[in-house]
């Protein structure tokens, strides 16, 4: 689980002088499932596409098993990759998209043939050999594309945004195949996606970019409880950023009123922001309040309710299964652990206000337009 | 409601089912017609026999067949040639910036604008025995060849006035192909070689059928080029009937155009069937 099997060093790309990649420093251990998760034009899948060897990057180093790579081209790097539409063959058949790579390795026939069907049975596709890939779903497709690929016994796989074409429930069922898949075969998988659900359900660890840096790298949970900077704390779940003060360890000052908490290590009144989870806020009676507001808006979700509360001007998003009615005034209390303090970034009062909240709110596709980076 | 669309599709159907009928199926009907009477207009296959039975007096050869099996040969040749120039072309074309590709577009496309006869002329100049072509041959000391008048000319000629029909529609087969195929190919580690043939090249079948049709019947039909860039020295197919159709031999003329026309419609049919029939088995063994 540890070992370390690809290194990205300093590795910038740029594009008719557009910074994609600044200074990446990135490894990826053997047999670990490490997902790249970004907006838009964060440069996820240029990572991926270096490593899989569709582009040298303008600086810095790839190295696989300590070797370096830049040059050598994707036909000979142990690595393969699952593409975003699937790129299957349209003028082979199931059973012949899958034994491509391997009759290009020029393995014997009958080898070749209990390969291909050992794979079919992996991706559950047994008894598709003869079918027309044109004729299978999307779900199906998507399995011929990842049998394709691991049929060649990769070190690493490499998928690009695989379950982007596909709806809701079959990208969950998607979700954990893949992972199972991971796990019997034993390789390492790097997947792109701006699903943060999809990253956290399936890595054991998430890299999250932006603007063709790292933002933070860390395990789904760190990613979720500890993130560095109002960035990652909006783009990984709901998150009401606020402006606070540090007055020391354990003790954080937000709206003139000072509250518990378990960060430590500010330097003495550091201006910080505060990450406070729609979910980790309880409703009381206004009496019973650490703070009070007014419920502007309230949307039912089903297992939750969202409601919009405005404190002192500030909006929050706060996720409850007791029912507010608009207009209301409630009290809120949080718990020390719901708290979570981070030092200033540039990224500081760009997130985290639901002034302008709307029902849709993240439900980011942009599968299409990265497909163009 | 659907019998108002139908009616409607009909409606505008109209023009083009009159244009079609007088334009297509009468012309047609009327070469069939002539192909099987005679002058009086009675039914007859003298016409249809001819051509497969009439001998020359001197030599006792095949005079039409003989013709026919010329015209084909040269035409499959000038086919070929095109396919050969024109597919590396194409996909030069495709893997080309943009810009670079309208440029190329404009320069396969300019001929075309010009005259058909006139382009011909133009050929004559440069292949004549002190032509163009000579003239930079003995420019670096060589001895000039002898080309006009040769089958070789007549190819040249064919070749150039239908490269652009070879080219654009296996352009616009492989513009549209999915280039991601192409990376997926290499990441299955395939090197340049394998992915065109292993990918693209079965891919463009569509387009290289097209071409090939688009160039074969009009170079096996054509009459014009055999003649000035021949000498006329050798008849074509195209030549034989128009001769016939100019001393008013309209019957023989008709036939001839119609054995033509099916021996070309059967030959297209068996393409597809063969084509269509491998891309099957290729993908259907195990």
């Given at each position: 689980?540890?070992?370390?099997?690809?290194?990205l060093?300093?590795?910038?790309?740029?594009?008719?002088?557009?910074?994609?990649?600044?200074?990446?420093?990135?490894?990826?251990?053997?047999?670990?499932?490490?997902?790249?998760?970004?907006?838009?034009?964060?440069?996820?899948?240029?990572?991926?596409?270096?490593?899989?060897?569709?582009?040298?990057?303008?600086?810095?180093?790839?190295?696989?098993?300590?070797?370096?790579?830049n040059?050598?081209?994707?036909?000979?790097?142990?690595?393969?990759?699952?593409?975003?539409?699937?790129?299957?063959?349209?003028?082979?058949?199931?059973?012949?998209?899958?034994?491509?790579?391997?009759?290009?390795?020029?393995?014997?026939?009958?080898?070749?043939?209990?390969?291909?069907?050992?794979?079919?049975?992996?991706?559950s596709?047994?008894?598709f050999?003869?079918?027309?890939?044109?004729?299978?779903?999307?779900?199906?497709?998507?399995?011929?594309?990842?049998?394709?690929?691991?049929?060649?016994?990769?070190?690493?796989?490499?998928?690009?945004?695989?379950?982007?074409?596909?709806?809701?429930?079959?990208?969950?069922?998607?979700?954990?195949?893949?992972?199972?898949?991971?796990?019997?075969?034993?390789?390492?998988?790097?997947?792109?996606?701006?699903?943060?659900?999809?990253?956290?359900?399936?890595?054991?660890?998430?890299?999250?970019?932006?603007?063709?840096?790292?933002?933070?790298?860390?395990?789904?949970k760190?990613?979720?409880?500890?993130?560095?900077?109002a960035?990652?704390?909006?783009?990984?779940?709901?998150?009401?950023?606020?402006?606070?003060?540090?007055?020391?360890?354990?003790?954080?000052?937000?709206?003139?009123?000072?509250?518990?908490?378990?960060?430590?290590?500010?330097?003495?009144?550091?201006?910080?922001?505060?990450?406070?989870?729609p979910?980790?806020?309880?409703?009381?009676?206004?009496?019973?309040?650490?703070?009070?507001?007014?419920?502007?808006?309230?949307?039912?979700?089903?297992m939750?309710?969202?409601?919009?509360?405005?404190?002192?001007?500030?909006?929050?998003?706060?996720?409850t299964?007791?029912f507010?009615?608009?207009?209301?005034?409630?009290?809120?209390?949080?718990?020390?652990?719901?708290?979570?303090?981070?030092?200033?970034?540039?990224?500081?009062?760009?997130?985290?206000?639901?002034?302008?909240?709307?029902?849709?709110?993240?439900?980011?596709?942009?599968?299409?337009?990265?497909?163009?980076? | 409601?659907s019998?108002?669309?139908?009616?409607?599709?009909?409606?505008?159907?109209?023009?083009?089912?009159?244009?079609?009928?007088?334009?297509?199926?009468?012309?047609?009907?009327?070469?069939?017609?002539?192909?099987?009477?005679?002058?009086?207009?009675?039914?007859?296959?003298?016409?249809?026999?001819?051509?497969?039975?009439?001998?020359?007096?001197?030599t006792?050869?095949?005079?039409?067949?003989?013709?026919?099996?010329?015209?084909?040969?040269?035409?499959?040749?000038?086919?070929?040639?095109?396919?050969?120039?024109?597919?590396?072309l194409?996909?030069?074309?495709?893997?080309a910036?943009?810009?670079?590709?309208?440029i190329?577009?404009?320069?396969?496309?300019?001929?075309?604008?010009?005259?058909?006869?006139?382009?011909?002329?133009?050929?004559?100049?440069?292949?004549?025995?002190?032509?163009?072509l000579?003239?930079?041959?003995?420019?670096?000391?060589?001895?000039?060849?002898?080309?006009i008048?040769?089958?070789?000319?007549?190819?040249?000629?064919?070749?150039?006035?239908?490269?652009p029909?070879?080219?654009?529609?296996?352009?616009?087969?492989?513009?549209?192909?999915?280039?991601?195929?192409?990376?997926?190919?290499?990441?299955?580690?395939?090197?340049?070689l394998?992915?065109l043939?292993?990918?693209?090249?079965?891919?463009?079948?569509?387009?290289?059928?097209?071409?090939?049709?688009?160039?074969?019947?009009?170079?096996?039909?054509?009459?014009?080029?055999?003649?000035?860039?021949?000498?006329?020295?050798?008849?074509?197919?195209?030549?034989?009937?128009?001769?016939?159709?100019?001393?008013?031999?309209?019957?023989?003329?008709?036939?001839?155009?119609?054995?033509?026309?099916?021996?070309?419609?059967?030959?297209?049919?068996?393409?597809?069937?063969?084509?269509?029939?491998?891309?099957?088995?290729?993908?259907?063994?195990?």
């Amino acid at each position: 689980m540890s070992k370390e099997l690809i290194r990205l060093k300093d590795v910038s790309m740029k594009f008719d002088g557009d910074t994609i990649l600044d200074n990446i420093n990135l490894y990826f251990n053997d047999k670990e499932f490490l997902t790249l998760l970004g907006p838009s034009g964060c440069g996820k899948t240029t990572t991926l596409r270096i490593v899989g060897g569709f582009l040298v990057p303008t600086s810095g180093d790839v190295l696989f098993d300590g070797v370096r790579i830049n040059d050598v081209p994707p036909n000979k790097r142990q690595v393969n990759t699952v593409f975003q539409k699937y790129a299957l063959f349209p003028h082979l058949n199931v059973f012949d998209n899958i034994a491509f790579g391997l009759r290009i390795q020029k393995v014997a026939k009958p080898e070749i043939t209990k390969r291909v069907q050992e794979m079919l049975e992996v991706v559950s596709l047994k008894g598709f050999d003869h079918r027309s890939v044109t004729s299978l779903s999307g779900g199906q497709q998507q399995r011929v594309a990842i049998a394709r690929a691991l049929v060649n016994n990769p070190k690493v796989l490499l998928l690009d945004e695989p379950l982007g074409a596909l709806d809701m429930r079959l990208r969950k069922d998607m979700q954990q195949e893949l992972k199972r898949i991971q796990r019997e075969m034993e390789i390492t998988f790097i997947y792109v996606t701006h699903d943060q659900e999809e990253a956290l359900a399936m890595s054991d660890t998430v890299v999250v970019m932006d603007g063709g840096r790292i933002q933070q790298i860390g395990t789904p949970k760190d990613i979720y409880n500890e993130p560095k900077n109002a960035f990652v704390a909006d783009f990984i779940g709901e998150s009401n950023i606020v402006d606070g003060i540090m007055r020391s360890d354990g003790v954080v000052e937000i709206f003139n009123r000072k509250f518990r908490c378990l960060d430590s290590g500010f330097a003495p009144d550091e201006a910080v922001d505060v990450v406070i989870r729609p979910e980790d806020v309880d409703i009381v009676p206004e009496s019973e309040g650490q703070l009070k507001g007014t419920v502007t808006q309230v949307t039912f979700k089903g297992m939750q309710y969202d409601i919009i509360v405005d404190f002192y001007g500030f909006k929050w998003l706060i996720q409850t299964t007791d029912f507010c009615p608009e207009g209301s005034k409630i009290g809120i209390k949080i718990d020390p652990d719901g708290f979570h303090v981070m030092k200033k970034s540039h990224y500081s009062g760009m997130f985290g206000d639901y002034s302008s909240y709307s029902e849709e709110y993240d439900e980011i596709s942009d599968a299409e337009s990265e497909a163009e980076e | 409601m659907s019998g108002a669309k139908s009616r409607r599709t009909a409606v505008l159907l109209g023009p083009y089912s009159v244009w079609a009928a007088l334009f297509i199926l009468v012309p047609l009907f009327f070469v069939a017609y002539y192909a099987f009477t005679d002058n009086s207009f009675n039914f007859t296959l003298d016409n249809i026999l001819k051509f497969f039975t009439e001998q020359s007096r001197e030599t006792g050869s095949r005079i039409y067949l003989d013709i026919f099996f010329r015209s084909l040969k040269l035409a499959v040749i000038s086919t070929v040639i095109c396919l050969l120039m024109g597919y590396p072309l194409a996909y030069i074309m495709t893997r080309a910036g943009e810009r670079a590709q309208k440029i190329m577009m404009v320069l396969i496309m300019i001929p075309m604008w010009m005259n058909f006869l006139i382009r011909t002329y133009a050929w004559m100049t440069i292949l004549q025995d002190t032509g163009i072509l000579n003239g930079f041959i003995q420019s670096l000391g060589l001895q000039p060849i002898h080309i006009i008048g040769t089958e070789s000319a007549v190819v040249v000629g064919m070749v150039y006035d239908y490269l652009p029909y070879m080219v654009l529609p296996i352009y616009s087969v492989m513009a549209k192909m999915d280039y991601k195929l192409v990376e997926a190919a290499r990441d299955l580690g395939c090197n340049g070689l394998q992915v065109l043939r292993r990918v693209i090249l079965p891919l463009s079948i569509p387009g290289i059928l097209n071409g090939v049709t688009m160039v074969l019947i009009p170079s096996i039909s054509t009459f014009y080029i055999s003649q000035k860039l021949g000498n006329g020295k050798f008849f074509l197919i195209g030549d034989a009937i128009e001769g016939q159709y100019v001393s008013n031999n309209l019957h023989f003329a008709a036939a001839m155009a119609f054995i033509l026309m099916v021996i070309l419609l059967a030959a297209m049919a068996l393409i597809k069937y063969l084509t269509g029939r491998r891309e099957y088995e290729g993908g259907a063994k195990a």
